[in-house]
């Protein structure tokens, strides 16, 4: 899916906001942090935080636009711009690290994405690779990643399947996207 110049500001202030509460993270963990505050918010509001793609991956679900911008692959330069203008990775040092240059602006950000971006902070942000990786390798992960099409996109329908989602909430879910359907 196409992300609008908001989408992309506010997928930069999301990944400051995580940043300055780590002082600095390795992109790996960035990304699964947010992709399980992603199911949280998901699971108990309904709506995700960003509107990035969800694909699988080897290493499991990421959130692709950001994770292409992350490696500077020049298939989204406005948002790898925007992104390399707010940290820096000390190269040599700690390749895969991210440090943020700026606080960030959290009136890009509602209650409930903070605080689910808090306890994905507290839960994930300080596991090691291996088990981010072993969490995030779901059923639904497994699903996405082993039908052997294309960009593998995970539909935000399996993504509240992955989130444990009530029936309930999956059936809101399922109505506000048609509802979207009808009026994009």
Same mark, same amino acid.
């Given at each position: 899916?196409?992300?609008t *110049? %908001?989408d &992309?500001?506010?997928?930069?202030?999301?990944?400051l906001?995580?940043? @300055?509460?780590?002082?600095? =993270? $390795?992109?790996?963990?960035l990304i699964?942090?947010?992709? %399980?505050?992603?199911?949280?918010? =998901?699971?108990?509001?309904?709506r *995700?935080?960003?509107?990035? $793609?969800?694909?699988? /991956?080897?290493?499991?679900p990421?959130?692709?636009?950001?994770?292409n +911008?992350i &490696?500077?692959?020049?298939?989204?330069?406005e948002l790898?711009? /925007?992104?390399?203008?707010?940290f820096? +990775?000390? &190269? @040599?040092?700690?390749p895969?690290?991210?440090?943020?240059? *700026? !606080?960030? $602006?959290?009136?890009? =950000?509602?209650e409930s994405?903070?605080?689910? =971006? $808090?306890?994905?902070?507290?839960? @994930?942000?300080?596991?090691? %690779?291996?088990?981010? /990786?072993?969490?995030?390798?779901?059923?639904?992960? &497994?699903?996405?990643f !082993? @039908?052997?099409?294309? *960009?593998?996109?995970?539909?935000?329908?399996?993504? +509240?399947?992955?989130?444990?989602?009530?029936?309930?909430?999956?059936?809101?879910?399922?109505?506000? /996207? !048609?509802?979207?359907?009808? %009026?994009?």
């Amino acid at each position: 899916m196409a992300m609008t *110049r %908001f989408d &992309k500001e506010k997928l930069v202030e999301i990944v400051l906001y995580v940043l @300055n509460k780590k002082g600095g =993270l $390795d992109y790996y963990s960035l990304i699964k942090t947010l992709y %399980f505050a992603e199911l949280d918010h =998901l699971a108990k509001w309904g709506r *995700r935080i960003t509107t990035d $793609d969800v694909c699988a /991956m080897p290493y499991g679900p990421v959130l692709s636009h950001l994770l292409n +911008a992350i &490696k500077n692959d020049g298939k989204d330069k406005e948002l790898a711009d /925007m992104l390399h203008n707010v940290f820096q +990775a000390p &190269k @040599n040092d700690a390749p895969y690290v991210l440090l943020p240059l *700026r !606080e960030a $602006d959290e009136d890009y =950000l509602s209650e409930s994405e903070k605080e689910a =971006l $808090d306890k994905s902070i507290a839960e @994930n942000s300080s596991l090691s %690779f291996s088990q981010l /990786m072993s969490k995030s390798h779901d059923e639904v992960w &497994k699903k996405y990643f !082993e @039908n052997g099409t294309g *960009r593998k996109v995970i539909p935000t329908t399996a993504l +509240a399947d992955a989130a444990h989602a009530s029936d309930v909430m999956k059936e809101y879910i399922r109505e506000n /996207m !048609e509802l979207d359907k009808i %009026f994009s």
